[in-house]
């Protein structure tokens, strides 16, 4: 089954920061990878798919990119409401594995 | 409004049965692809099962023959019948429709607000 390592697993960074977030699949995906927000005590949110399609009334601020093994997901210019855990999610067959996830906190 | 309310979780004893339901309003849970998503204390999320619009199921290896999705079309609901539940398959469980067409899904683009399973003695 094809792995999904997401990066870092944690940050901290401040408001109005760029900040980045990776990941990688074992193998090849196409752009079959989805992008999920988690807010603390709530439901899933999806935010993008096809690597950088963005769900309709998600923010512009929140942009993807990749294709194949290596994936990118930014925040343009962090909010507070952005503190969230990050997940990639695959979907190109079974399993739909997600990523470990990545925690983004304010500085 | 487009809506998933799950339903059937509780506290289970090791290797007791529970059926959860993800009732559906709003769209057609036959028309689309489906998935059952589960979250353990503290954990990230891991995919459970996933339904095909035509019907065809998968399963996550770690419930790979103790789970079965379903589906009812006349209650446009859809369930996760678990078996031989561990301690382990403690989560909260969620329901999910994958967005896209009746011939291919992306990403899963409408939630229920998720069911609270606890296996223990």
């Known amino acids: 089954d094809i792995q999904m390592t997401q990066s870092p697993s944690s940050l901290s960074a401040s408001v109005g920061d760029r900040v980045t977030i990776t990941c990688r699949a074992s193998?090849?995906?196409?752009?079959?990878l989805a992008w999920y927000q988690q807010k603390p005590g709530k439901v899933p949110n999806l935010l993008m798919y096809?690597?950088?399609t963005l769900q309709s009334g998600v923010p512009s601020r929140f942009s993807g990119s990749g294709s194949g093994t290596d994936f990118t997901f930014t925040i343009s210019s962090l909010q507070p409401e952005d503190v969230a855990t990050y997940y990639c999610q695959k979907y190109n067959s079974a399993p739909l594995t997600f990523g470990g996830g990545t925690k983004v906190e304010i500085k | 409004e487009v809506q998933l309310v799950e339903s059937g979780g509780g506290l289970i004893q090791p290797g007791g049965s529970l059926r959860l339901s993800c009732a559906a309003s709003?769209?057609?849970?036959?028309?689309?692809?489906m998935s059952w998503v589960r979250q353990a204390p503290g954990k990230g999320l891991e995919w459970v099962s996933f339904?095909?619009?035509?019907?065809?199921?998968y399963y996550a290896d770690s419930v790979k023959g103790r789970f079965t999705i379903s589906r009812d079309n006349s209650k446009n609901t859809l369930y996760l019948q678990m078996n031989s539940l561990r301690a382990e398959d403690t989560a909260v469980y969620y329901c999910a429709r994958h967005g896209g067409t009746s011939y291919s899904y992306n990403g899963m683009d409408v939630w229920g607000q998720g069911t609270t399973v606890t296996v223990s003695s």
């Open positions: 096809a690597a950088s």
């Open positions: 193998q090849g995906i196409s752009n079959y």
């Open positions: 339904i095909y619009s035509g019907g065809s199921t």
């Open positions: 709003g769209f057609t849970v036959s028309s689309n692809y």
